[in-house]
């Protein structure tokens, strides 16, 4: 049994020696390249912070991109890698014929892509996202109705002709009956001229009821405060909205070049073990453990390749783009941003919440108006409603029995002024009328004490968030770091055929996992900052992200 298990071997190497000397044909899945360099030399291993050279055509408000840019996954660990050729999935076969490890799959993602950074996606928010501009025309449609409350005293003017003809019987206030043919002509301000009489329509008119004259000018101003400290809100709402699914864009971005990086680690196993394999001094089965790992490394790269198309897609429908428009981040690698002081003591930051929230601003006004609304309905019955009416005009006439027919013109003026009380359904409608206006007024303080709670809320778990995050952060690069470690030393142990694979690929795992740990820490993080410094009353700041042309590698992308 040794013998012949001596003279399979002899024959497998034998075989190995003439497939890697020239003239001789080489067997399938075999490779006679050196062992492939480390991820950090690898052909499709992004650097933090790329960015495409030849600027495309660019949307209104963003930097330009390449065009002629690689698309994300292009040259990562797969075809034209050494040692590798092309064959179908998930073949197998004994020590004597390798199988071949499997073509990888082309990206998802577009080839052409639109780079876009936190500052200029906040800024193309602000101009042209359509709820933060309805918003915008609600304040211009309170500004009308606060010109219009403030004219209700100021007189409509009325211009024209009148003209009146009449044949036939008339009665007199005595009861006699006359037959007579009468007409007369007005031209001036007023029209509708009685002959003896007020005009029907004066030249010059007031008509409005004192209260409202008095108090909606006043309800009017506090509609126009409480619009626009709602659209200030809605920016907020919106704006730290574009923030978060930015940072979220970012994060897939980053675990896509983390999953690449795997990817071209766990070949890098595949590729320590082939040998020994081939020779027969290692395992089929470490083989094939360590080639499915790869395949599910593969397997991670183009689920974080979906991901990302979905975090694009979500960004550009915030922005109000075409979600066909591929939305890559650029800029600098991910890191905590400091925006608000965590040891700054809760009781302060709530204070500033309240003094400065848009929304809790907006809540006040709504209670001012409401009160205006009461007391313009207690008065009501209280003050007259005013009728004033002057005319001025030429006016003239005849008939039959003083001619001429038309005639006898000559200046005319009238001048009327009506004041009157009016108790609404005895009284009762006024009643009515008072209470539903303090029923009014009690929801807007009821509303006004939820905001205060929600912003108590929202600041308090924000800085829990924030806190926990930071925290995670440490915690994740203390596990990162000793990963690393790990990691290299049981790869050098396996290239040297000293340990099994099954170490190499358990700390494959544990750096994967750290890493992404580590992504989604800084990502809380920086979401929680953002929350925090909205939930404070103000909008999110345009943090440039923008990198330098040679951004330091990040520790989640250190081979």
Not at 496 to 511: D, H, Q, Y
Request: aromatic share 6%.
């Amino acid at each position: 049994m040794r013998q012949t298990r001596a003279v399979g071997t002899g024959l497998i190497a034998a075989a190995f020696f003439l497939s890697s000397t020239p003239g001789h044909a080489q067997a399938p899945g075999r490779s006679s390249s050196p062992p492939a360099p480390p991820p950090s030399a690898q052909p499709g291993l992004p650097r933090a912070g790329n960015i495409p050279s030849t600027p495309p055509a660019a949307l209104p408000g963003m930097p330009a991109a390449g065009n002629n840019a690689a698309p994300p996954g292009a040259g990562t660990p797969g075809a034209g890698t050494p040692g590798r050729s092309q064959a179908v999935n998930g073949a197998r076969t004994d020590f004597q014929g390798l199988a071949p490890l499997p073509t990888t799959p082309a990206t998802i993602l577009a080839a052409e892509v639109q780079p876009i950074d936190l500052a200029t996606a906040l800024r193309l928010a602000d101009m042209v996202n359509p709820t933060i501009n309805r918003s915008r025309t609600v304040v211009l449609d309170a500004l009308a109705q606060q010109l219009t409350a403030r004219t209700l005293l100021v007189p409509s003017i009325n211009y024209g002709v009148s003209y009146h003809g009449h044949n036939g019987p008339l009665e007199r206030s005595s009861g006699k009956i006359l037959e007579t043919s009468l007409q007369s002509l007005f031209v001036g301000a007023g029209a509708y001229m009685d002959i003896a009489g007020t005009p029907r329509i004066p030249g010059v008119n007031i008509l409005t009821p004192l209260t409202d004259a008095i108090y909606q000018p006043l309800v009017a101003r506090q509609r126009v405060t409480a619009s626009r400290f709602n659209v200030r809100a809605t920016e907020n709402d919106i704006l730290v909205d574009v923030a978060v699914l930015q940072i979220e864009l970012m994060r897939h971005y980053a675990l896509l070049e983390t999953h690449r990086l795997s990817e071209a680690q766990a070949y890098q196993i595949v590729r320590a073990i082939e040998q020994y394999a081939i020779t027969g001094e290692g395992r089929q089965s470490d083989y094939d453990r360590a080639r499915a790992e790869w395949r599910y490394r593969r397997a991670d790269v183009i689920d974080a390749e979906q991901n990302l198309g979905i975090a694009a897609a979500r960004l550009a429908q915030r922005l109000n783009l075409d979600p066909s428009v591929k939305l890559q981040p650029i800029g600098g690698p991910l890191s905590p941003l400091n925006l608000i002081d965590l040891n700054t003591p809760p009781e302060e930051l709530i204070q500033v919440a309240l003094r400065q929230r848009p929304d809790l601003a907006a809540r006040t006004a709504e209670i001012g108006q409401a009160e205006y609304n009461v007391k313009e309905e207690i008065g009501r019955p209280l003050l007259p409603t005013l009728w004033l009416g002057y005319s001025g005009g030429t006016f003239g006439g005849g008939s039959n029995l003083t001619p001429p027919l038309v005639g006898n013109f000559a200046g005319r003026n009238d001048f009327d002024v009506r004041l009157w009380w009016t108790l609404m359904g005895g009284g009762l409608g006024n009643v009515a009328l008072i209470r539903e206006r303090q029923a009014e007024m009690n929801a807007a303080i009821a509303m006004r004490a939820r905001t205060i709670n929600r912003a108590r809320d929202e600041v308090m778990s924000n800085v829990g968030e924030a806190k926990s995050a930071f925290n995670r952060i440490e915690i994740a690069r203390r596990e990162l770091l000793s990963a690393h470690e790990g990691f290299h030393e049981d790869l050098i142990r396996s290239r040297e055929n000293l340990g099994r694979i099954i170490e190499v690929v358990n700390s494959l795992n544990l750096l994967a996992a750290a890493r992404a740990k580590l992504i989604d820490a800084i990502v809380q993080y920086d979401q929680a900052q953002f929350r925090l410094w909205v939930a404070l009353g103000t909008p999110p700041p345009l943090v440039e992200t923008t990198a330098p042309d040679e951004p330091p590698v990040p520790e989640y992308l250190k081979p």
